[in-house]
Nanobody, 117 residues
Framework: QVQLVESGGGLVQPGGSLRLSCAAS?????????MGWYRQAPGKQRELVAT???????NIADSVKGRVTISRDDAEMTTWLQMNSLKPEDTAAYYC??????????WGKGTLVTVSS
């Protein structure tokens, strides 16, 4: 059974930084195609934050470009989202997403990020 476990969310002041982690289990090494992060603020639709494909190709949302870095380690089956210069509008539940080579798609339960003074 595929599981994704996120961690690293919390309360941070504007301008601060957070590093989110997502560890996958229940999959075969080398079967990961895309790992990524999406977020959903209250009353809004879930939106892309960043994804990273096999080979290291990344896709970063314009709203966070220049402030976030996504990385992954397939051996550890983990992805990280480093977020800097956080703004109140970054407040949301952040969800880890995994797409396997066979197209199977999985979601974590989310970790809450609150940016507030």
């Amino acid at each position: 059974q595929v599981q994704l476990v996120e961690s690293g969310g919390g309360l941070v002041q504007p301008g601060g930084s957070l590093r989110l982690s997502c560890a996958a289990s229940g999959i075969i090494f080398g079967d990961i195609y895309v790992m990524g992060w999406y977020r959903q603020a209250p009353g809004k639709q879930r939106e892309l934050v960043a994804t990273i494909r096999s080979g290291g190709f990344t896709n970063i949302a314009d709203s966070v470009k220049g402030r976030v870095t996504i990385s992954r380690d397939d051996a550890e089956m983990t992805t990280w989202l480093q977020m800097n210069s956080l703004k109140p509008e970054d407040t949301a539940a952040y969800y880890c997403n995994l797409v396997l080579g066979n197209g199977g798609t999985y979601w974590g339960k989310g970790t809450l990020v609150t940016v507030s003074s």
